[in-house]
Every structure is written in structure tokens, then in C-alpha cells.
């Protein structure tokens, strides 16, 4: 309900992020809070003139993205701007800096824009940044099990053949050695085979 | 052992910081240096702002405009430490050069480099050429004010008769190749960089324009300061031990293979080998131009903060049309400079270090005289 009353669907939104895919889950979050005017800016080249280009209200730009400087730039009034940039938040909103430098992302707004229209753009921009970091993490993590298995499975696969052992067998050793070595199983699997690539 | 979270911008002038988190000077001083590598001026800002960062190494402007509120946000810093002096050198894209070479002036001295480029830009508005575009990495910095400084000398107004942008430092090559800048006023080791790539030409070293320049400090949160003293105190000495012995000339070598780790500069240490000796190749052919104070990291007393360089950085500002001068923003400026908090946390006594008279040693055009900064914008305003 809230946003509804303070979206302004006419502000002009530029989203400076590398990462296209985090670059469209922003878009589409705003695109949907009704947000019409979204573009998304990959290429550096000439971010200034094309920042100036498109004129807009409000620059969203990943925290990893050595162009934050540039668009600091037009902190600075001079024949170059048209309407000078600052940063979104002021001394009273330091909650709202800390989260967003923490999310990963930093948002500029033509001066005299007031906080209140923007507020929800920043919002929403910090809760996805949010959500892709939490995104990667999973991935990251379901790649680096999927990777440990695969390495399980190698060893387990060495052990029956050299030693004859049944695939249960060949789990309970890695298991017993993992636990005596005070390592993880996977160390020991990977152990394992680099002993066996060595005897080949 | 006392953990600290310092962010860093990977350039040459990190030294410092780098061999005291490496080498065992934090560690002797029971603190252990988390380095984090950072990709803009602003995140180091945001970052110490928030106390992500308990400190960084911070363009000494930046510390200056940070706070005075200038730009952005009110950040109050503090620099209790000087990580070096010079380093920087302005890169001219070759038909530039060339262009300048052909008005005559002699191009190995300071002045006639900048008259050079103040002849070529003329005659080429004359022609109805485009403006020429040059770029720094940041508009608070030590850079900005050197290009502004030779464009000024060269009778030029920087704001109308050229476009200064801003090109953060991993663009500057391609930039320059593709046309997009004419030049650019950078620190180490980017100047080095382009010219390796062959698509520029140093025209001036930093201490040819200014001798004995600030440019980067160890900013760290004014509430840091107050809240642990002790603490910033062992941190200075950690950098004075290790600002002394990254200067020794026997241990650059060693300082340059540390540096040219990928979790650092990522470059080949020859090339950093050779700035930290204050040796650059001017073109890709060779041409080298020797500086002893090209990057200054600790000797004559650079490593102390000096209140005059805050004087002449924000006496800067005004020139730029960053700020309006008053007394007050000159008194605020100067306190960033912590001598004081270096002097106690080194147990010396005060001594006034750098060169008498200008703090700077400006080679050319209206000296700083940091007693009176209105007499020198009145000054430099008039020429």
C-alpha cells in the first residue's frame, strides 16, 4: 500500500551494474513496482556522456564498478552537468547508506529530488542486491558439493579396484581415516586420488 | 594481536601499507593488517564511513574534501600519516605530443611543456578542432590540481578550453588508444602502463610540476581516532617502520616482487621495480627520464603529515572552483593533517619537516605561500 503512494513511475532509472543477470532482476523488480523509464548500462566506455545523454533522476551502480567515480564526477557543477548528482542519503539516514553499502550497491539522485519518491527505488534495489548475493552463495555452494561427490565417488571407485573392497567398504575407510586424520572426507578422497595418478 | 580491516587501491603509493601488513611491522606492533582491495575512491569513502574499513590508503584531497562535506556527505577523517609524496606523471597520447613538439617550446623543462600545450590548444580552436580531453581518477586529488596547475600555466583556462573527466585508472589505456582522452594526469603505475602499450609518451613527471606534492595518507574515521588511540598509535608506528624501510633503495627489489602479486598490483615487478628508483621510460623505445623524488616513501620527514600540504590542497580547491575560500574551511582543512597523533605515536618532538618557504616547491608559475593563502589566489587568479 505504501508504495503505491509514494511510487513515482515517471522517474527516469539508470542501473550501472556488470552483472547483466543482477542488472535484469533489478529491472524487472522495478519495471513490475510500475517503474516505466529503467535502463540498464553495461559498457564504460563514455559512461559521462551517456549519463548525460539520458538525463536521468536516479543512477543505481554496483559497488564493484570502478565507474562510481565517474559519476561522482558530476558532483562537481560545471558546464559539463546539466543538473548536479548527489548521493542519495543525507547525514540523518546513515542506516540507509550502511545497508546499502553492505547489499553492495550505491544510488545517486539529481539534487532536489526528494528522498521520499526515491526511497522505495533504494529500497527495493537493496533487498535484490540482497537476494542475488544470497543467490550466489547457494550456487556456489550446491557447485562446490556437487564437485565434492564427484571426488568421493573417484576415490571410492580407486579403493574397490585396488583393493577389492565393495563400494560400502570403501566409504566406511575413507570415513574411519577422515575421522582419525581429524580431516574431512573429501581431503582424504582427494588424497586418495592424487596417490593413485601417482602409482599409474 | 589487534585486527584492522585496510582497504587499498592497487597502485604503487600502497606500498607502505602493503609491506607493513607483509613484512612483520603490524605484527611488531601486535596488529595484523587485513588488506582489502578496492576498485574506487568512493568505496574507500563509503567504506571507512561505515566502519567497514577501519582505515585506507586515501588520496589526500579526498581525506581533505570527505571532511569538509565537499561532494558528498560529511565524512570527518583523519590522517595521522603521509603514505608518500609524488608518484604521478601526466601521459600524452603521441599525435599530441608530436603536435607540441613542432611549436618550438623545449619541451624538457616544465614551463615550456605547458606553454607547448597552450600554443597546440589555441591553434587548434583557431581551426575549429574539438577540445581536446584529458582525465584524472578522481576529482578531489593531487592529479586534478597538477593538470589544472600546467593547463593554467600554459595560459589556458581549464574549465573552457579543455574537458577534464574523470577515467578510472584500469581505463586509462584503452581510453587513451581509442581517442577518447588526449592525456591524463594518474599515479603509478599507470603512466608506466600506457607507455608500455605504446599508446602514450610522458611528457612530465609529478616533481617536475611540484616538487615535494602530498598525495596519498592514511585516512582512518575521525570516531576511530578518538575511540582507540592506542591503537592508531601502533598503527603509525607500524607504517613508519615500514615507510622506512620500503624507502631503502637496497630493499626495492624485494618491495617490488611483494607489490607485483595479483592479490596486489598484479604487474610485472620490473616495471614497479623501476618507479620505485624513480627511473621511467618516456616512450615505449625507451627515452628514460630519471627523478630521485618521483615517489617519495618516507625520507625528509615525507612520512609526517604537514599541515601546510592540507593548506595547499584546499588552497587548490578554491582555485578549482570546489569550494569558496574562507578562514574557517582553511582551519578545518589544516586539522585533518594529524602531526600531533604522529609526533606521540613516535614519541619525537615536534619538528617542522619538508622544505622552508613553499611546502610544495611549485617548479613553475605563483609559489604557495601557505601564511597567506589569499595573497596566493589573488595571485594565481590574476595570471
Known amino acids: 500500500m505504501r508504495q503505491d503512494l509514494t511510487n513515482d513511475p515517471g522517474l527516469k532509472i539508470v542501473i550501472v551494474d556488470a552483472s547483466p543477470l543482477r542488472a535484469a532482476i533489478l529491472e524487472a523488480g522495478l519495471r513490475e513496482a510500475g517503474y516505466v523509464h529503467v535502463m540498464r548500462l553495461a559498457e564504460h566506455t563514455n559512461l559521462l556522456a551517456r549519463l548525460h545523454a539520458i538525463d536521468p533522476d536516479v543512477i543505481l551502480i554496483d559497488l564493484e564498478d570502478p565507474s562510481r567515480d565517474v559519476v561522482e564526477q558530476m558532483f562537481q557543477v560545471s558546464r559539463e552537468v546539466k543538473r548536479p548528482v548527489a548521493m542519495f542519503v543525507d547525514q540523518s539516514d546513515s542506516s540507509t547508506i550502511e545497508a546499502a553499502i553492505e547489499a553492495g550497491v550505491s544510488a545517486y539522485i539529481v539534487d532536489g529530488l526528494k528522498k521520499e519518491r526515491v526511497r522505495p527505488i533504494v529500497d527495493m534495489t537493496i533487498s535484490r542486491f540482497r537476494a542475488f548475493s544470497r543467490l550466489r552463495d547457494e550456487l556456489e555452494q550446491t557447485r562446490t558439493a556437487l564437485e565434492e561427490r564427484k571426488t568421493l565417488d573417484r576415490a571410492k571407485g580407486i579403493l574397490m579396484k585396488m583393493k577389492g573392497f565393495d563400494e560400502e567398504a570403501a566409504y566406511a575407510l575413507l570415513r574411519r581415516t577422515a575421522m582419525n586424520e581429524k580431516k574431512r572426507m573429501v581431503d582424504i578422497a582427494q588424497s586418495v586420488i592424487t596417490a593413485a595418478d601417482l602409482f599409474k | 594481536m589487534r585486527r584492522l580491516a585496510i582497504g587499498f587501491i592497487p597502485l604503487t603509493d600502497a606500498a607502505v601499507l602493503v609491506a607493513a601488513a607483509k613484512l612483520g611491522f603490524a605484527a611488531a606492533e601486535g596488529l595484523e593488517l587485513d588488506l582489502h582491495r578496492e576498485v574506487s575512491w568512493a568505496n574507500i569513502r563509503d567504506k571507512v564511513n561505515v566502519g567497514l574499513l577501519d582505515g585506507a590508503h586515501m588520496l589526500a584531497p579526498l581525506a581533505i574534501a570527505s571532511s569538509l562535506g565537499l561532494g558528498h ?289 611549485t617548479r613553475f608559475g605563483e609559489p604557495f605561500t601557505p601564511d597567506d593563502i589569499d595573497d596566493y589566489l589573488r595571485r594565481v587568479r590574476s595570471t
Not at chain 2, 589544472?148 to 578550453?161: E, F, I, N, T, W
Open chain 2, 73 to 361: 556527505v560529511r565524512v570527518p577523517l583523519v590522517a595521522p600519516f603521509a603514505l608518500n609524496l609524488n608518484g604521478s606523471a601526466i601521459t600524452l597520447a603521441h599525435p599530441i605530443y608530436e603536435a607540441m613538439e613542432a611549436t618550438g617550446h623545449n619541451l624538457s623543462s616544465g614551463l615550456g611543456v605547458a606553454q607547448a600545450l597552450g600554443q597546440m590548444v589555441r591553434a587548434r580552436a583557431a581551426q575549429g578542432l574539438e577540445p581536446l580531453t584529458f582525465s584524472t581518477v578522481y576529482s578531489f586529488s593531487t592529479h586534478t590540481y597538477m593538470l589544472r596547475h600546467v593547463l593554467a600555466a600554459g595560459g589556458l583556462d581549464p574549465d573552457r578550453d579543455v574537458r577534464l573527466v574523470v577515467v578510472p585508472p584500469p581505463f586509462t589505456v584503452e581510453s587513451l588508444r581509442s581517442g577518447l582522452i588526449h592525456g591524463f594526469c594518474v599515479g603509478s603505475p599507470w603512466n608506466a602502463v600506457a607507455v608500455e602499450a605504446g599508446v602514450g609518451r610522458i611528457a612530465l613527471l609529478g616533481p617536475e610540476i611540484f616538487g615535494w606534492a602530498p598525495e596519498k595518507v592514511l585516512g582512518v574515521h575521525a570516531r576511530f581516532a578518538e575511540a582507540e588511540p592506542d591503537v592508531l598509535r601502533r598503527l603509525v608506528r607500524a607504517l613508519h617502520a615500514a615507510a622506512r624501510w620500503s624507502e631503502t633503495a637496497a630493499n626495492h627489489v624485494e618491495l617490488a616482487q611483494l607489490l607485483s602479486s595479483p592479490e596486489f598490483l598484479g604487474l610485472p615487478a620490473e616495471t614497479l621495480g623501476r618507479i620505485l628508483q624513480g627511473r621511467l621510460d618516456t616512450t615505449q623505445a625507451g627515452l628514460p627520464r630519471e627523478n630521485r623524488d618521483f615517489l617519495v616513501l618516507h625520507r625528509d620527514g615525507a612520512s609526517r603529515p604537514d599541515a601546510r600540504h592540507a593548506a595547499w590542497i584546499y588552497a587548490q580547491m578554491v582555485r578549482a572552483g570546489q569550494t569558496a575560500f574562507s578562514a574557517a574551511g582553511a582551519a578545518e582543512a589544516g586539522a585533518v593533517y594529524r602531526a600531533d597523533v604522529y609526533d606521540a605515536a613516535l614519541g619525537t618532538a615536534p619538528v617542522s619537516s619538508g622544505p622552508a618557504g613553499d611546502p610544495v616547491n
